[in-house]
């Protein structure tokens, strides 16, 4: 099995398989300028070999492993073998055995799921525990001889504090989660994940294991991850880095959408209307109602020759095109195409050679007609026209008077566009011409995406597969998700698998029964949480002045190991925030003020929720803001209020 010494002298040759693996690295990128046999190999190999020597380079000062099997001799297929596990693998000197197994790989599963009763082979699984870059101990279960119990190490990791990013959970991944990670790349899976049980992790780590398992089919595909706000991004940014994974694409909705600046905000009743699924009919006739019958013949002058399509032919070539169903952009082209090679066709007739050049030019010729049937749009434009007057047909008077512009602007240019009018702008610009696809999409907070930006996110992963990832309880927008089977047919995802997850590891077990207490009101029919921690603390503290109880529970906080977060409502923080500040208390890597709107997936060792009341009160879904808030804490939770508490969480528990 070996002795701890052993296993540090396994971390030296750890070490050293990594600045091989490096040193190969910067070599392969001198020799590969050499090579490569033509323009664009060379530049492709030259960019996969820079990024790998980058990525090595730049690769975490955190342990290379985290685990050990060791396999009975009985194992069919690992008899007698050990194995150590890792975030990436690190291969052995002159072409011998890898060091360390990739967490990815098949044989590393075993650790996550071999247990006394399935041991899966394995005859000790040994986890290590680690200070920095010094290993200090480890721990053996011996699953063959049907012994297993709670890891000391295990629960250590699983609480340790959080200060800075997000960190991976490879070390901790539980069997149920492991499940969910390896699922297969063409399986769209739903985690409906109760706060604390990992599934923001689960999806990354998903990501991770794709990209692992299908690199050849996702390096040209991609993978896109979609988060609530930046910073969510901000704080999930170090994890797939971590892994060894940098070609994600992470962006937030806004982001993946913003081709126009944002200037202006929608009231509530406009926003309501602009997310409904109904307005994708709105803008397709409006963008579709420009086609118009032809009245005319298409004629191109081509020197002292005059080609022409008649109007009936060109009205059967608009027909068929706008039958056919495709974008209208592309319908556009092909009606243009279709009276080119009539043209031609007329051309060959009379002996005349058509080349690439003489379509291009006729092409031009043809616009004016082509104008006229079907003509160019841009999204500015129609959604312009569609906000300045709003239709009829589809949308009642009222809905329609909440999205008119009470000015309309002068022109394109002076238009002062609103988020919800880039969902807009994305479905027409989608409408015109198919966007980029995704080979697996991974969405987070997806609970609170409209019917619009459902849409959006479903043309991303046409032809992709999704993981999908939400709590119906934390839902905070006006149109937030009742279902998932109905969320996953807005997606595009119909018959989804669906898997909840109700086993908080992070949350603790008081500050979870207090949050349970707020289900009943939020009617979002998911089952209470479990804690699987039986640690941590809450307080609940009434003082006179709400300022100076934040700043007493902060200075207070500073006393323990970890990250401080303070949550209050958004109209609270400044005067929170410079409270703070007038008492030296400075905001940095460990202590943050989080307006309760942009909390939502971000946790903290310590929170101070200041004024649960005056969330409540600020929106509509106020108490499911405040069940986001209850659950940001991973250690300790302090709330403290002037007002009175809502009466969910005045109720003896």
Not at 627 to 648: E, G, I, K
Request: aromatic share 4%; charged share 30%; glycine share 10%.
């Amino acid at each position: 099995m070996g002795t701890l010494d052993d296993e540090r002298r396994h971390v030296e040759r750890c070490r050293a398989g990594l600045r091989r693996m490096l040193d190969g690295a910067r070599e392969n990128v001198i020799v590969g300028e050499t090579v490569a046999g033509d323009r664009y190999s060379a530049e492709r190999l030259g960019r996969h070999l820079k990024s790998l020597a980058k990525e090595l380079s730049e690769e975490p000062e955190g342990p290379p492993f985290f685990g050990r099997l060791d396999f009975g001799r009985d194992s069919a297929e690992h008899g007698g073998r050990a194995y150590h596990i890792g975030r990436r693998h690190i291969t052995g000197e002159h072409g011998g055995p890898p060091v360390v197994i990739d967490w990815r790989a098949p044989v590393a599963r075993a650790f996550y799921r071999a247990s006394a009763r399935d041991p899966q082979g394995v005859d000790v699984r040994r986890r290590f525990g680690w200070s920095g870059r010094t290993l200090t101990g480890f721990e053996d279960e011996r699953l063959g001889a049907g012994e297993e119990g709670g890891s000391t190490i295990l629960a250590a990791e699983i609480e340790r504090p959080r200060v800075g990013p997000m960190r991976d959970i490879v070390a901790t991944i539980q069997p149920e989660q492991d499940d969910l990670v390896r699922a297969d790349l063409d399986t769209t899976i739903c985690v409906q994940g109760a706060p604390g049980t990992g599934k923001t992790a689960v999806g990354l780590h998903r990501a991770a294991y794709l990209l692992y398992a299908h690199r050849r089919r996702l390096e040209r595909a991609g993978v896109l991850v979609l988060g609530p706000n930046r910073a969510f991004l901000g704080y999930i940014s170090a994890v797939l880095p971590a892994l060894g994974e940098v070609d994600v694409e992470q962006t937030t909705l806004e982001g993946l959408l913003g081709a126009y600046p944002v200037r202006a905000a929608d009231s509530a009743p406009a926003a309501a209307v602009k997310h409904d699924a109904r307005m994708a009919e709105v803008l397709r006739r409006a963008l579709y109602g420009r086609i118009r019958r032809p009245a005319e013949p298409a004629v191109a002058s081509d020197g002292s020759y005059h080609w022409r399509v008649g109007e009936d032919e060109l009205r059967r070539v608009v027909e068929d095109a706008r039958r056919a169903g495709l974008p209208y952009g592309v319908g556009r082209e092909r009606v243009r195409a279709r009276v080119v090679a009539s043209m031609r066709r007329q051309a060959e007739a009379r002996g005349q050679t058509c080349n690439a050049a003489w379509e291009r030019r006729i092409g031009r010729a043809v616009t004016p007609a082509l104008d006229a049937a079907w003509p160019a749009a841009r999204p500015e434009d129609v959604l312009c026209e569609v906000l300045s007057a709003p239709p009829e047909g589809i949308l009642t008077d009222a809905e329609r008077a909440a999205i008119a512009w009470p000015r309309p602007p002068r022109g394109v240019k002076a238009a002062r566009w609103t988020p919800a009018d880039l969902v807009l702008l994305d479905e027409l610009a989608c409408l015109l011409e198919r966007p980029r696809g995704y080979g697996h999409v991974i969405v987070d907070e997806a609970q609170d995406l409209s019917p619009m930006e459902c849409r959006a996110v479903a043309r991303r992963s046409e032809h992709g597969s999704m993981t999908v990832l939400g709590d119906l309880a934390q839902g905070t927008t006006p149109w937030a998700a009742r279902s998932w089977p109905e969320h996953l047919d807005l997606l595009g995802k119909p018959g989804g698998r669906i898997v909840e997850l109700t086993t908080g590891f992070r949350v603790p077990g008081a500050v979870v029964e207090l949050a349970n207490r707020l289900l009943a009101a939020l009617d979002a029919g998911v089952p209470p949480t479990r804690s699987h921690r039986s640690d941590g603390r809450l307080r609940v503290v009434r003082v006179a002045e709400l300022e100076k109880g934040v700043v007493e529970a902060v200075r207070e906080a500073r006393a323990f190991e970890g990250s401080i977060g303070v949550i209050a409502a958004d109209a609270h923080v400044e005067a929170i925030t410079c409270a703070l500040w007038n008492e030296g208390l400075d905001l940095g890597e460990r202590l943050s003020v989080m307006p309760a709107s942009t909390a939502k997936g971000l946790e903290y060792d310590h929170v101070v929720l200041a004024e649960p009341a005056a969330v409540v009160a600020a929106e509509p879904r106020g108490l499911n803001r405040l069940y986001v808030a209850l659950t940001r804490a991973v250690s300790r939770l302090d709330v403290v209020h002037a007002q009175p508490l809502p009466a969910q969480l005045s109720r003896p528990s």
